[in-house]
């Protein structure tokens, strides 16, 4: 923590999260706060005789409004993205859950394991990186009946599809630990390979998994948006960024601040967790911290 506030694009970054985050929790209530309703139509604040394009500028702000409305259905604009910004942030925490589970499962075993099971899952881990989680994506989502909630579908698509790189990186990690003295002396003490990895490898593994969750997670955010976007996500009328996003498509020349806000959000939410998990990879690497101290020593003098 203290590495990390140091560096003022950590703290910037992370203070744009924490708003986000706090902003998506409290949806319900902003939305109550300004009376409307991210499902409610307003047939009368659009223009059917344009094609249903906002009535007013800047598509349609104005004190009840105060991003505009949805062109074609006149749903509040600021209500929508507030609860498309708890799907896309409940989807990429989830996921990237999930893909850890599986991965630090999967890696811990394959590190432990002998020769055979080490083959075995490293040549499965293979398969599964190797694998277009995209296109596997679209196809997964495309057959399941349209009843099943398409959050956790999301999460659960993504996450058994993207655990390959956590498992790299555990098995490795676990490769080299496994040769150290106060491993050694835990097996010597009579403990079972589990026992040594709950107890001696995870705490040792604590800081590159929580590297590459920092990676993840604005990874799978953009997963989500081009699933969404593609139509094979979120369905209607649940808002998602990325479902905004692909019906802007035919609004962009009317209405374009309905597709600056939604690519905005996104942009800003996958830069500052993008900055935030660099940050973090630095502040977890003696190494790396010990680097840059040198560098600006140099530079300084």
Known sequence: MRRLRSRPSAVLSAGVLAVLVLLALAAPLLTA????DPYAYHDELVDSARGGVPI??????????WLGVEPGTGRDLFARLLYGARISLLVAVGATLVQLAIGVAVGLAAGLGNRFTDHLLSRVTDVMTALPMLVLGIALTAVVPADFPRPLLLILVIGVLGW?????????QTLTLKRLDFVAAARLGGNGPWRVARRELLPSLAAPVITYAAILLPANIVVEASLSFLGVGVKPPTPSWGQMLSNAQTWFRADPL????PAGLLLVTVLAFTVLGDAVRTALDPREASRLRVGTRKEDS
């Open 33 to 36: 706060l300004a009376g409307q």
């Open 56 to 65: 007013g500028s800047f598509g349609g702000v104005s004190a009840d409004h």
């Open 164 to 172: 390959g790189g956590a498992s790299r990186i555990v098995r490795a």
């Open 258 to 261: 309905y597709v600056l806000l």
